[in-house]
Nanobody, 124 residues
Framework: QVQLVESGGGLVQAGDSLRLSCAAS????????LGWFRQAPGKEREFVAR????????VYADSVKGRFTISRDNAKNTVYLQMNSLKPEDTAVYYC?????????????????WGQGTQVTVSS
């Protein structure tokens, strides 16, 4: 069992930055990769970024590449999503989720655990 709690969302202006945190707890975290997803109103939940607890295997969606950075602090069991140069189209609820490290990270159905989400709103 893995528990995930996101924080750090808020209302910002276009061009601003935010850092989201995902605090993880539970057993055998090393066996999971952590992903960030987002869901805008009326749209499907989409993949944003992924990192393994080892710090390897970092991947980003094309829409955020070069602007967002995923990282982790193993001592704190926390994964971060640093979001720079935010755009109005980044507005969404952001979720972190855990997937067994050997599973295809691109498939939402492979993620076993999800956080409650944190709202990010970017005004223009």
């Amino acid at each position: 069992q893995v528990q995930l709690v996101e924080s750090g969302g808020g209302l910002v202006q276009a061009g601003d930055s935010l850092r989201l945190s995902c605090a993880a707890s539970g057993r055998a975290l090393i066996n999971y990769a952590l992903g960030w997803f987002r869901q805008a109103p009326g749209k499907e939940r989409e993949f944003v970024a992924r990192i393994r607890w080892s710090g390897t295997g970092i991947v980003y969606a094309d829409s955020v590449k070069g602007r967002f950075t995923i990282s982790r602090d193993n001592a704190k069991n926390t994964v971060y999503l640093q979001m720079n140069s935010l755009k109005p189209e980044d507005t969404a609820v952001y979720y972190c989720a855990a997937v067994p490290s050997w599973q295809d990270y691109r498939e939402k159905g492979n993620y076993l655990y999800w956080g409650q989400g944190t709202q990010v709103t970017v005004s223009s």
